[in-house]
C-alpha cells in the first residue's frame, strides 16, 4: 500500500470549500484523469478514470463526512483499491487548509514504477491546484451537501 499526503490553502472560506468538495460530479473539472463521477446514493459514488490510456470504473463510498470538517471514502467495487480523507481547517474567515491523505495500491508493473516515481503525488498536488484556481475564480461552491454519515 502506497500513501500521499498534500496540502493547499484556497482563498474561500471553510464552508465553500467542503460544500465544493461535496460535489463529486464536478470533480473531472479540476482533477485530471477523472472522465466522470456519479453519485448514486447520499454515501455511494461510481467513477470513471482514464489515466496514460489506462481506463479504471470503480466504486466508492463515503465512510465519514462532517460538515465543515472532513470527507473520508474508500473503494468497495471495481479495479481500484484506495481509501483517503479529506480535511478543512479554517485559518481565516476568508482562507481554508484542505489537506488530502490518499491510500492506494498499485496495479501492475507500471503503476508500480509510476508510484515509485512519483506519478501519484504529482497527480494529486496538480489537482489540488487545480482545486484552488476552480473554487477562487468562482468565489463560490456550485452546491453543497450538509448531510453527516
Known sequence: MSQVEESIEVDVPVRTAYNQWTQFETFPEFMEGVQRIEQRT??????VTKIDGVEREFDATITEQIPDERVAWTTVEGEAKQAGVVTFHRLTDTR???????????EG??????????????Q?????????????????ETGAWRGEV
Do not use: C, N, S
Not at 481554508?96 to 498499485?106: A, G, R, S
Not at 508500480?112 to 503525488?121: A, P
Open 124 to 140: 494529486v498536488t496538480g489537482d489540488l491546484k487545480r482545486f484552488k484556481k476552480f473554487i477562487e475564480q468562482r468565489g463560490g
Open 109 to 122: 508493473l507500471a503503476e508500480t514504477v509510476g508510484d515509485k516515481l512519483g506519478f501519484v503525488k504529482r
Open 96 to 106: 481554508t487548509k484542505v489537506m488530502l491523505q490518499l491510500d492506494y495500491e498499485p
Open 42 to 47: 447520499d454515501t455511494l459514488t461510481h467513477w
